[in-house]
């Protein structure tokens, strides 16, 4: 009869190997696909979900790329295939997904696009007493224009200032100190 296991005996029997991310893993979280003509917050809501997909599959480092740009359709396959694969081949797959991100928004929101979401954002009132749709516009627009809300107290006190008078006094009296 042994004696009980040495402490690093027992962490081994409890760790578990975790299985690596099939591309049908991945597909199996439904990410969306991406034509590049939905606009700057159509990309936003690509790269969201391409980020939590990334998150929920496990998705290893070295196959973001190669996964996420299986979701492209149309332009932004055009894009991909011509303007990437062709000029950066073999190296194309392996920029980061941070570099990806840059290069889609780069040509997919043009500075006067993200220009006209921050002065929208900077107006952005409920109208009549629809704050569902007010939430959900500003959330997107929040993701968009970072620079108008670089910490969470920005974003709370922004979000709050477009809230009509019957409610914005509740609000700020409670003080929130986190959005959502």
């Given at each position: ?52 997909v990334f998150n929920i599959s ?46 889609m928004t780069d040509k997919y ?72």
């Amino acid at each position: 009869m042994r004696g009980s296991p040495h402490s690093h005996e027992i962490y081994e029997m409890n760790v578990q190997t975790a299985s690596p991310c099939f591309y049908a893993d991945f597909m199996k979280c439904q990410p969306l696909n991406f034509k590049g003509t939905e606009g700057v917050v159509g990309l936003t809501r690509w790269i969201e979900k391409m980020e939590s997909v990334f998150n929920i599959s496990g998705c290893a480092i070295e196959n973001q790329v190669k996964f996420a740009t299986c979701t492209l359709l149309g332009a932004a396959l055009t894009w991909w295939d011509d303007g990437q694969i062709r000029t950066l081949d073999p190296e194309a797959y392996a920029m980061t997904w941070e570099v990806l991100k840059k290069k889609m928004t780069d040509k997919y929101c043009p500075q006067g696009e993200i220009k006209k979401l921050e002065i929208e954002l900077w107006d952005l009132k409920v109208k009549g007493n629809d704050v569902p749709t007010y939430t959900e516009r500003f959330q997107e627009l929040t993701l968009i224009c970072t620079k108008f809300v670089a910490n969470e107290t920005e974003k709370v006190d922004k979000y709050i200032s477009g809230l009509p008078d019957n409610i914005y006094g509740n609000v700020k009296s409670a003080r929130p100190k986190t959005f959502g």
